[in-house]
């Protein structure tokens, strides 16, 4: 059975507002999950903020159970966060790594991890890419010893479509003994998540992205028999209360989560996931990369026009160049005639760009939302543009 794309877009209000070809970045809420969002605001308007909390208190568990069976992980391994970054700087930081230690990245590695990692002074060596982009397991192979701390990947990158063999990692992650931190923000809603299979002890995502639910929430998955390894860098009454003996952190995921969090919010992300589960990930997968495949091929036969994903299996993100012109340039011409897109420049992934010669790259990025209509006239409008 296939997904009911008009009925999708129906329920979606931005689906017939904007050509969004930035689901990499933000994608459109469903109205549902605008209601959400709204009713509860509306709640804490009228009743109280506090008092709001206590009464969808449950709902929240609900939300995080959700969570947990997104990622193929239990309750008590999901914090919720307030993005990506949020969620694998918490991490990080309470890994206590000191300056000097090892610490092995793909080369898609996202530009903030690596910027954590520069400012704890770590030894940064970057895994060497297969002839397809991906990170090359034999090269891992022979890196991993025993004076590695972390190993850190980006599962798909922020600039292409490459789908890094994140499993692979994990299982060698795990013979060597070392902890493996999985950057899943552009793939979380987009592909089928089994942190068993992957293997991996951190994995993050934003809400915003393919999952479609409101910016400023995410998740951090941390595995339960790793959480002791972690000492969280700073506590508060909620992640570790003070009791007779002093504060004791949270026995759960909840102890990498701030106080004060924004419930809203939280509600709308938990109607997104639901919807993305009921969906079904494997559907959703097959309709995002059949429309980023019909993307490519059109991109293809566009003067000017050069792909730049890498990778054999591509994500829903289509990174491409156009001759003669600058990213801000394609970006403001198609915002002209209502139609998003993305570019990214150097800071996003370094390694990559830097290893590529590449100094931005275009970034046109499908929801199982695009229509064929959709990619026709992006394309027409992507050949106005001239030189
Ligand atoms: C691969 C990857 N990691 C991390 C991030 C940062 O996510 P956030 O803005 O939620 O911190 C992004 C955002 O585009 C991303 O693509």
Not at 176 to 196: C, M, T
Request: glycine content about 12%; proline content about 4%; charged content about 20%.
């Amino acid at each position: 059975m296939t997904l009911d794309i008009a009925r999708l877009r129906a329920e979606t209000p931005g689906a017939d507002r904007i050509l969004h070809l930035n689901h990499a970045g933000s994608s459109l809420m469903s109205a549902a999950t605008v209601a959400a969002i709204e009713a509860h605001l509306r709640r804490e308007a009228e009743f109280g903020s506090m008092e709001s909390g206590v009464a969808v208190a449950a709902h929240l568990d609900q939300v995080r159970a959700d969570a947990a069976e997104l990622l193929g992980a239990a309750a008590d391994e999901i914090a919720f966060t307030g993005g990506n970054s949020d969620g694998w700087g918490r991490a990080f930081a309470a890994l206590r790594l000191k300056p000097g230690d090892r610490v092995l990245v793909g080369r898609s590695e996202w530009g903030g991890n690596l910027a954590c990692l520069q400012r704890a002074g770590l030894a940064i060596e970057t895994v060497p890419a297969d002839a397809e982009g991906r990170i090359s397991l034999d090269a891992l192979a022979g890196l991993l010893d025993d004076r590695v701390r972390l190993v850190a990947l980006t599962w798909a990158p922020a600039n292409g479509g490459l789908i890094q063999p994140a499993a692979a990692v994990g299982r060698l992650a795990r013979a060597a003994g070392v902890p493996y931190f999985l950057d899943a923000a552009q793939a979380v809603g987009q592909l089928p998540v089994d942190v068993a299979a992957l293997g991996c002890d951190v994995l993050t995502a934003p809400g915003r992205k393919a999952l479609r639910g409101p910016r400023g929430t995410g998740l951090l998955f941390v595995r339960r028999d790793f959480q002791d390894r972690l000492e969280p860098a700073f506590v508060d009454t909620h992640s570790a209360p003070i009791g007779p003996g002093g504060a004791v952190p949270l026995s759960d995921a909840r102890r990498f989560e701030s106080a004060e969090g924004p419930a809203a919010l939280r509600l709308g992300l938990g109607v997104a996931l639901r919807q993305a589960l009921d969906l079904g990930l494997d559907r959703i997968r097959a309709a995002v990369f059949a429309n980023a495949e019909a993307l490519r091929a059109r991109l293809a036969d566009v003067p000017g026009v050069r792909l730049q994903d890498l990778g054999v299996e591509r994500s829903g993100l289509v990174a491409f160049t156009l001759a003669g012109q600058t990213g801000a340039r394609v970006q403001a011409a198609l915002a002209a005639q209502g139609i998003n897109i993305g570019f990214n420049g150097r800071a996003y992934t370094p390694l990559d760009m830097d290893a590529r010669g590449l100094g931005e790259v275009l970034r046109a990025s499908v929801s199982y939302l695009t229509t064929e209509a959709e990619l026709d006239r992006f394309v027409a409008a992507l050949r106005q543009i001239d030189g």
